[in-house]
């Protein structure tokens, strides 16, 4: 349990000192990056556990991986933190963490596609069931509940389609049933969305996305509150995780600019969105925080801000169309993951996998993620894209 905590001060100021402590540390600025396997005791009586060491072997924590894991705990105000090989096994890990077989976990229909793969496939061959739910369900998803249902997954805004969860609703009802409300807040990070305090019990972050921001390292983090961190540590402690000490450096080095990233990445988002609505082909533009968007009500009331991820629709063309606004970027890339400083698109096909609340939207999802470059570039890019598409249409 970590008690180091920097909540008295202003977030850019927790952001520099969390994670850190300079006197404790030969008066360097970072934490030291321990690559280590074993940890020699001092005597017999530290090897037998009578006389209390803080380190006892690589897998099991080193002051570098407790800077992150203290820096999480203290920005996500947590009973506990744990560092995962990827954002995807944080997810996976939270999940195993609150079911066994015989279970039932709630899992909300927007979900990151590869947490989804993985209820249909080893949580099912486990024995553990999964009933998807519509994003926009709320209180509601209590008439879903079965005997056996014992977590209820969320993820807000989804990172396809951008639903916004009614977060406090759905925890409320899960709560009267002693259910673990999971949250992957990977969009919003710790800084705009305070997932303890909206009654999310275990907060899961893929990592890779904006506290790293350079596209270089995957990583995923879970916090977690009093009552679900006995079982997270003793799964993650169980499954062997561990993350390589270079890693959690540049994770915790990330963290450090992630405010005044996320303010650019916004920034550049506002700039794009008001050239796209000027655009003819651009029925729909899916981000939380602009006012015509269904889910802004909600996102003003619990979030304190919005970052780099949206998506647009584009009106119903012809492939080659699309292949032609896709192939003349110079500035967007075509690849997976997001929350680097580098713009990026890609075209997913939600109605693919929904079940709950099918995707019936007419037109092509385009997802963009606005990296750090001028946007007045951005924007020439996009054009050029656009006027190919029109020429190819
Ligand atoms: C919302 C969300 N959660 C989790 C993940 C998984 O993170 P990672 O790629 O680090 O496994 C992703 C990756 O794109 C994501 O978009």
Redo the contacts with the bound molecule.
Sequence with gaps: MNEKRTNHYKTDTRLVLTGRNSHENGGFVNPQVVHASTVLFEDMATLRGEKKSRYKYGRRGTPTTDALTDAICDLENAAGAVLTP???NA?TTAILSCVKSGDNIMMTDSV?EPTRDFCDGLLKDMGVTTTYYDPLIGAGIESLFSNNTTAVFT?APG?QTFEIQDIPAIAAVAHKRNMTVLM?N??ATALYYDALGHGVDLSIQ?G?KYMVGHADV?I?TIAANKKAWPNLIKTHGGLGLHVAPDDVYLALRGLRTMKIRLEQHHKNVMDVIEWLQTQDEVTRILYPALESDPGHAIWKRDFTGATGLFSFILSPTSEIAIRALFDSFELFGMG???GGYESLALQPDPSKCRTARPWTEDGHLVRLHIGLEDTSDLITDLDNGFKALRAAS
Aim: one cysteine or more.
């Design positions: 990827s954002g995807l997810c990151y993820e990172s992957d990977t969009w893929a890779t995957m995923g997976f993951s997001w």
